[in-house]
């Protein structure tokens, strides 16, 4: 029997449709929520990701701005921006979208937004908090694939759970969320020997390299849950995931898809997270 789809895309807007209600609530109490955007320079990637953001904002009732530089920004102009910004009562997150020119640090960027506005969840505050499971901002990505594993019912305890990829954004963030869930977990890297031996033990995968076929049929457990993070391109030019979908959805139990599966969970928990700022500083308020 084929797998039964995570469908993210459906489960993300019954996520948006939640922030729209809690961000109506808190305007209607004079505190519309607001999410800052800046995008320095021209990668058109980025362009896409941030008009998808700011329309997803709007849609939910959420006061966004939307501020595009000059690749030639200079790093201190940026810094200068983001001090204002963490200073504006109007903004509850502020997102620097990435990659930044090469000669700006991204690091110095991700530590210069204050750790309450920190809705991207990537700086070593939020990490810190990510760690040791105090209230804060998880990373959107890994923080909508534990509400996709969420939805399907499966509780995680008893579970293991292989996470391929350990950036500080996707990889390590999902292992520690996983943790909390009390899976126990195995984190896999380019330096892993034998990937398959690892996946084919795994009640949960989760893919995040950026490599078309990593995870295929063979080197899954029947049965088992495959969230796919990964965004490429086919040879026709078609947008795929790291999981050979076509395979592997034959055994697993529960399968994520690419397009529709973690890509728009991603925006709704950022949608998410800036509600979370905004009812926090409401809360500080009131
Ligand atoms: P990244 O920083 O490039 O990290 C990729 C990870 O994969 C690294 O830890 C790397 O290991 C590991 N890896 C590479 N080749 C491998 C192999 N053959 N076997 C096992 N592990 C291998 O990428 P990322 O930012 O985490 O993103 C991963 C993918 O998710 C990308 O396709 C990205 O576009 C996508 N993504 C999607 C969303 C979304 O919203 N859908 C959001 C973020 C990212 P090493 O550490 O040893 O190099």
């Given amino acids: 029997m084929p797998a039964q789809l995570i469908n993210g895309t459906q ?17 209607a109490q004079g505190m519309q929520p607001g999410l800052a955007v800046i995008l320095v320079g021209e990668d058109p990637a ?7 953001k700011v329309k997803a904002c709007g849609e939910a009732g959420i006061h966004s701005v939307l501020e595009k530089y000059e690749a030639d920004m200079s790093e201190a102009a ?7 910004l963490n200073a504006d009562p109007a903004i509850h997150g502020i997102l620097v979208q990435m990659p930044l020119p090469k000669h700006i640090d991204p690091h110095k960027v991700i530590e210069a937004i204050a750790v309450a506005k920190d809705v991207d969840g990537y700086s070593v505050l939020s990490a810190g908090e990510t760690m040791t499971g105090l209230p804060g901002f998880r990373p959107c990505t890994p923080f909508g694939c534990m509400k996709m594993i969420e939805s399907t019912g499966v509780d995680l305890r008893g579970k293991h759970a292989v996470v391929i990829g350990r950036s500080n954004t996707v990889g390590k963030p999902m292992a520690l969320l996983l943790l909390q869930a009390n899976a126990t977990v195995t984190i896999c890297h ?14 949960i995968v989760v893919a995040a390299v950026g490599r ?11 049965g088992a849950m495959v969230i796919d993070v990964g965004i ?10 790291d999981v050979d979908f076509a395979g592997v ?26 509600l979370l700022s905004a009812e926090r500083a409401f809360a500080k308020r009131a």
């Fill in 232 to 241: 490429n391109r086919d040879e026709e030019g078609k947008l795929c995931g």
């Fill in 46 to 52: 980025s362009h896409v990701y941030v008009r998808n």
């Fill in 190 to 203: 380019s330096g892993t020997p034998d990937l398959a031996y690892h996946t084919r033990q795994a009640d």
């Fill in 78 to 84: 940026l810094l200068a921006r983001i001090a204002e």
């Fill in 249 to 274: 959805q034959q055994v697993a139990g529960y399968i994520s898809p690419v397009p529709g599966g973690v890509g728009p969970m991603t925006i709704a928990m950022l949608l998410e997270n800036t």
């Fill in 11 to 27: 489960l993300s807007q019954q996520l948006r449709a939640d922030c729209a209600r809690r961000a109506a609530a808190l305007t």
């Fill in 212 to 222: 078309r076929n990593t995870l295929t049929a063979d080197m899954v457990k029947p």
